[in-house]
């Protein structure tokens, strides 16, 4: 049988921080849910690698189509993994106005720590499931991108700081329908130390 070459070992989740027991306007019982959802993006990314190891490239033409939606919701599952990893390792901080290298960065690329939250929670509030502030390394500089699912919208060569979950699960037990109030919460708990800790670990410059 001939089969796709790769060698993908499974991963497991990463356990959550004690902080994010105790947000400030986001329970407990909010975290844990979303927490399911994040062990089952882990869970569906092995299954479709361990489906991709058995895909039989002899079996014709069709054996394409079955590729090309296994690796689509490869990309689905991954993404919900990666976002969803720098969303809780992020959150459990004071919030704030930040110091160190990451206000430098938002304030040379958006003016002031105001003009970046209000420009981030207004593509949160467009968007259908996440923002983003990540840094672009071909235009050297930070922007704030809109995805509507783990997988649409990339940008090539951009690192993410910050990654605001806006779909319904992540809100909806503790504040319904108002994304902006949750949106708000999120600002008051994000840990500032973990983003310059990334600023500092990629080798981010103003």
Known sequence: MATLVFNAEEIAPRELKPELYELEGI????????????????????????????????????????????KVDLTFAIGGVKNHEIYFEHLGGEGGDPGGPILDLIERDFGSIEDWARDLKASGMSGRGWAWTAYDWDEGRLFNYVGDTQNTFPIWNATPLVALDVYEHAYFLDFQTDRGSYIDAFFANLDWAVVNDWVSRYQITV
Request: aromatic share 10%; charged share 30%; no cysteine.
């Open 27 to 70: 329970s407990r019982e909010a975290v844990e849910a979303h927490y399911k959802l994040y062990e089952g993006y882990v869970a569906k990314r092995n299954e479709i690698l361990a489906k991709l190891a058995e895909v039989d490239l002899a079996a014709g033409n069709q054996v394409y189509s079955e590729i090309r939606a296994l």
